[in-house]
Structures are given as C-alpha cells and as structure tokens.
C-alpha cells in the first residue's frame, strides 16, 4: 500500500531547459558548459557543486578562474546564469501536490544545488505565498546528502533522513535509470516522460479518490 510519494524536482515538478543555462554560462565565458552540465548527469565542478564537494563560493571562484577576465564576473551573474536551468513552476502543480498531500506524505528527492536550490528553486515555491516546506513532509536535495542519483547511497540517506519504507513508497521521476536505481532498493516507480504530467501519471497508479 503506496502511504508516501517521493518527488524528483527537474522535469516533474519544475520546468528546466538545459540549453538556457548552456548558453548563459557560455556568454559570460564558461568554455564547457556543455560539457559540464546534463539533464540527468553533471560533471566536473558542477557535479561537485551538487553532491557538496565543494561550496558555492569554491564553485564561483572555479569558474572565474576558468573564464577570460574571470575576476570581472560577479557572483550574481554566474547565479543567473546557473537559474537560466529552471523555467519555473506551473500552478496546476503546486495545486496537485497541495491536494496529494491531504492523502499521503509528500516528500523531495532532487539533484540540485545551493545556489539554484536557495534562490530561484525557493522563490518558485512562494507563488501561492507560502514555502517550499509548506508543499513536503520532508525534503533530501543532492548537496546536503554528499550524494546523487542515482547512487545507491542518496537513496539510503533518503530512506533514513525521511523514516519512509521503500515497499509503502511511489517514486516519480523523469529518469528511468533514477527509477531502476530506486526499484532496487524495493521503491515502487513511475516515469514521467518529457511532455507529460505528474498528475496524468498518477491517475493511473493512485485510487480516482486521492488524486
């Protein structure tokens, strides 16, 4: 019996756009940002921004020293230019999880970073005037879990951090090799290929009363 629903955040809950972040960090001078970033992996620094190798200042001071005249690129400029990832959140769907939650536990499991996670992730979840904490139970994002999908260990940390049992809990996410990662520690799954909603989804794996 599903009592928990575990959300990834990119692709299920928020809109994101690889190419808009590719491309302002390109213009103010990152030469791999290509390279760098994934929609499902991430590499190089920006990796270590997500699993807490390093801080956001570590992360900032690396890509300055890696652009031309670097030291002329503010900190807020590579902040922007890292948000330009997220397009942001339709209502429809804090709505949704607004309306799961009088049914089940909603918790967060993301890939993610202080500086998106701090600002512009923060900042979508205040539409309906309230906090990201107002929409989960409970909440495990990549840089405080020193760990990414889909590593066996951000879902170990997951299923201690948040006290779920894997067989009682639904996984949503917009990666399959994610959800086979998850099946194996015994989480039931559900893809959400791009295009589709989490709540179209949901309709078929949740009783017509609790969606």
């Known amino acids: 019996m599903i009592k928990n629903l575990l959300f990834d955040l990119g692709g299920v809950i928020m809109d994101i756009k690889r190419e808009r972040c590719v491309d302002a960090l390109t213009r103010i001078g990152v030469t791999n940002a290509n390279e760098m970033l994934g929609l499902y ?62 049914h089940y536990k909603i918790y ?51 299923i201690a951090h948040l006290g779920i049992v894997p067989a009682e809990t639904l996984f949503i996410d917009d990666s399959q090799s994610n959800l086979d990662a998850a099946a194996q520690m015994g989480f039931d799954t559900a893809l959400v290929p791009p295009g589709t909603e989490f709540e179209e989804i949901l309709t078929h794996r949740l009783p017509a009363n609790e969606k």
């Open 41 to 102: 992996v991430q590499s190089g620094d920006f990796l270590n921004l997500e699993n807490g190798s390093i801080t956001a200042d570590e992360f900032r001071n690396s890509i300055r020293a890696n652009i031309k005249n670097g030291n002329n690129v503010s900190d807020n400029e590579i902040d922007n230019a890292l948000n330009a990832f997220l397009v942001g959140i339709p209502l429809h769907r804090l709505a949704a999880l607004r309306k799961l939650r009088q």
């Open 108 to 158: 967060l499991l993301s890939n993610t970073n202080p500086i998106m996670y701090y600002s512009e992730i923060a900042r979508q979840f205040t539409q309906e005037g309230m906090t990201i904490d107002d929409y989960f139970d409970g909440q495990v994002v990549s840089f405080l879990a020193h760990s990414n999908k889909p590593e066996r260990k951000i879902f170990e940390y997951a």
